[in-house]
């Protein structure tokens, strides 16, 4: 991204690995680990997935996708008061699925035995389901993104950069796992640093080693040594889903200097957060950043108003 790096790579390459172009509707990470987790469920003759996340997920969406083109029912289980038809979950209805609005608090107590619930009702009429976790990152999910740094280590090769820093937005820890464990596997010269939307350092960094944990376990030629789990909690900002002016600012201004498109709930966050510390002298010995770019189009939609104010401001002069 030569003019994002002129405004803000601080004089290091600012590179971006698009995931978001992974498809139309089936655009981002998610899509990595639904190739596995949807594959292992077909080996199993699943035909039913249920699974769940915020009302705007990309993985709830993704997943009513992937039911869609496979033939199979969906169930998806989302937090929320109000399921409004816009996004995402106007997506989620035009694949059919079946679509629950759960209140936040029942949501947060109450999960796992909702879903087992929702598991029984579909057995009880002759079906088979399997419950995907939230944003599919569990020990199967992650491969998706072992097999991404796999990609990635490739993509460097092919554009002549030796060696790199690799930066995504992190939010169940699933993409920050894969990308960790098949960045020691192939490339551990390059760290890699997950950036939170949500939870905390410790969270993330118990989630990240449960996951790759479990991967390992699946199959031993993942084993590893000396994993590194790089979490950097200080761009919350105002909570899951909800972001403070200045990433949307940033979001509009990348959008007219590259004319690539981030979210306020993921990728715009850990961009956001990437530039300032850069900013602040971060990855001093790293000539190259590769930002991940995980999609989530779908979610820009209902902060329109807040995307559009940003968007009457000039973005940074890189002439
Ligand atoms: C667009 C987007 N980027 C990043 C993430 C974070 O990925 P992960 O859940 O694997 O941490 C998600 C989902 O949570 C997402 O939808």
């Not at 769940?52 to 990309?58: F, I, M």
Request: proline content about 4%.
């Amino acid at each position: 991204m030569p003019r994002a790096s002129t405004a803000w790579g601080c004089g290091k390459r600012l590179w971006i690995k698009r995931d978001d172009l992974s498809g139309s509707t089936l655009t981002g990470n998610k899509v990595r680990k639904l190739e596995f987790i949807a594959g292992f469920a077909k080996t199993q003759g699943i035909d039913t997935l249920i699974t769940c996340g915020g009302l705007q997920s990309n993985h709830a969406r993704a997943t009513a996708n992937v039911c869609a083109k496979l033939g199979w029912h969906c169930e998806l289980i989302l937090r929320g008061r109000h399921p409004v038809s816009e996004g995402n979950t106007l997506l989620d209805q035009l694949f059919g699925a079946q679509v629950t609005a759960v209140e936040p608090r029942r949501y947060t107590e109450h999960l796992d035995a909702l879903l087992e619930q929702r598991a029984a009702h579909h057995r009880s009429l002759g079906r088979r389901p399997l419950i995907i976790p939230t944003g599919g990152s569990n020990g199967l999910g992650i491969w998706g993104y072992v097999a991404g740094a796999e990609e990635l280590v490739a993509d460097m090769a092919t554009a002549d950069i030796s060696s790199a820093t690799i930066v995504t937005a992190t939010g169940s820890g699933g993409t920050q796992a894969g990308l960790t464990l098949g960045m020691a596997l192939f490339k551990p010269e390059c760290p890699v640093w997950g950036v939170a939307v949500c939870d905390d350092k410790e969270y993330f960094t118990a989630k990240v080693t449960d996951d790759i944990t479990e991967a390992q376990g699946i199959w031993s030629a993942l084993a590893c040594e000396n994993i590194q789990i790089n979490t950097n909690d200080a761009y919350v900002g105002p909570g899951y889903g909800r972001a403070a002016e200045p990433v949307y600012e940033r979001i509009a201004a990348l959008a007219s200097l590259e004319g690539i498109v981030l979210d306020p709930v993921y990728t715009g966050k850990a961009f956001y957060g990437l530039c300032e510390e850069l900013a602040q002298g971060a990855f001093p010995d790293a000539t190259d950043i590769i930002f991940v770019h995980t999609g989530g189009i779908y979610g820009i939609f209902p902060h329109g108003q807040q995307l559009a104010a940003a968007a009457s401001h000039p973005a940074p002069s890189v002439n």
